[in-house]
């Protein structure tokens, strides 16, 4: 059975609601996931999933430490994640904190692994992205970020 592993990092919690909520997405489509805190995720452990969604809260324009610190140590990995269904979320504090930035550099390391990243040609882009906290709108972006998230993991793995 397809398996979709959500890591996170968040200081506030506005990163880990929207993990939860994407969760809700990829269950809702019958996928099994994880969801997990960066602090309990080693880079080995993504081998071991069909799908990898990170999010992380924008610090000076890009992903946290934690996130990073993960990354960059999947590089003892580079090849074995190839063909995986990749994904990225953030939040920041501001209208223009940085999420867009942010996502990419996460997008940026998935697709150097050989993920396959899906856009969206509706609401939010790259990923979802919450301002200050989860609203409605960012909800309704998280949820369906995950359902098509798991809909994509079952037209590659079945």
Do not use: W
Request: charged share 25%; proline share 2%; net charge positive.
């Amino acid at each position: 059975m397809s398996k979709v592993l959500i890591i996170y990092y968040s200081r506030s919690g506005t990163t880990e609601k929207m993990a939860k909520i994407i969760s809700k997405g990829v269950a809702d489509e019958g996928i099994a996931v994880d969801l997990k805190k960066v602090a309990s995720v080693s880079a080995g452990d993504l081998v071991k999933y069909e799908a990898i969604v990170i999010g992380s809260p924008t610090y000076y324009g890009t992903m946290s430490y934690e996130i990073k610190k993960l990354i960059d140590e999947s590089v003892k990995f580079h090849g074995k994640l190839e063909g995986k269904v990749g994904g990225a979320f953030a939040s920041s504090a501001n209208v223009a904190g940085g999420n867009e930035t942010t996502i990419m550099d996460m997008i940026d390391a998935l697709l150097i692994h050989g993920c396959i990243i899906q856009g969206d040609p509706r609401g939010d882009h790259y990923g979802p992205v919450a301002v200050g906290s989860v609203d409605e709108r960012a909800n309704k972006e998280c949820l369906r970020f995950g359902a098509r998230i798991g809909r994509l993991v079952k037209k590659i793995y079945g």
